[in-house]
């Protein structure tokens, strides 16, 4: 019987069989005489379904990074594959698109409406789609149930507690199943038991949907968590 050696993730070959794939990705950001260079020279390739934390000291680029990943924003040289596509060279139209169809978005702060409802909230995910209405509440309450929310679709912000808060936002990048979810500092808002709680579900999720799941986190307890760490300093990547 012959033992298959498994091939480091570091060196996984890229392609549209991944969900990134990153080359000699740089972002400089301009003001006025002062220039940041905020990404040097990026190479990565993050395969499909990976779950893979992102470390590294304030200002390092963690976030760069993940706009860089979640068509927020093109590089200032160098090439991002979300899959087969080219983001560096899009156009604004099909950023939106990918940004709408492909990839959720997880913040620190939850981001959510105040005067909107839990379930309003996730509609908002809905604003581009023409999707019918009654479609939509069905699948605001199913992305609801999911995060185990079901009983608090009609509370507002304020009448949730911060874990509550997180899971409405999550249940708001879930509801329209992207393929990525790109999480920045998820739980850096959290209590620890309340941490615990949001990265099982994340792990959950990722694990029942098969999303490509980043994390941005100063947390070593959620980063021991991933399959995979990354660590960004000064604008370079290495493995951890
Ligand atoms: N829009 C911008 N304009 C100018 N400089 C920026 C901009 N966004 C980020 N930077 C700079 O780029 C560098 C990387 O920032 P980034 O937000 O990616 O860091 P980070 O690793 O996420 O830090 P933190 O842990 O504090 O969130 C920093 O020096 C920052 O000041
Ligand atoms: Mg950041």
Do not use: C
């Not at 023409?130 to 185990?148: F, I, K, M, Y």
Request: positive net charge; charged residues 25%; glycine residues 10%.
């Amino acid at each position: 019987m012959t033992t298959t050696i498994p091939t480091p993730l570091a060196t996984t070959t890229g392609g549209p069989d991944a969900a990134f794939t990153l080359t000699g990705v740089t972002k400089t950001y301009r003001q006025k005489k002062r220039t940041v260079e905020a990404l040097r020279g990026v190479d990565l390739v993050i395969p499909r379904g990976q779950l893979v934390a992102v470390q590294g000291p304030t200002g390092g680029g963690k976030s760069t990074l993940l706009q860089m990943l979640g068509a927020l924003d093109r590089p200032t040289s160098g090439s991002v594959k979300l899959g087969a596509q080219e983001l560096a060279t899009a156009s604004d139209g099909a950023l939106a698109r990918a940004r709408a169809t492909e990839i959720g978005f997880v913040f620190q702060g939850f981001n959510l409406i105040p005067t909107l409802s839990a379930a309003e909230n996730v509609e908002t995910a809905f604003a581009d789609s023409s999707l019918p209405r009654d479609a939509r509440r069905t699948r605001v309450a199913a992305a609801l149930e999911s995060v185990g929310l079901a009983e608090r679709a009609e509370h507002l912000p304020s009448e949730l507690s911060g874990g509550q808060q997180q899971r409405v936002a999550i249940a708001r990048a879930l509801v329209k199943e992207p393929r990525v979810l790109l999480a920045d500092e998820p739980t850096g808002a959290l209590d620890e038991v309340t941490r615990d709680e949001i990265m099982t579900l994340l792990e959950g999720v990722w694990r029942e949907r098969g999303l490509t799941l980043v994390i941005v986190t100063h947390d070593s307890a959620v980063a021991r968590r991933a399959e995979r760490r990354l660590y960004i300093k000064a604008g370079q990547v290495s493995e951890r």
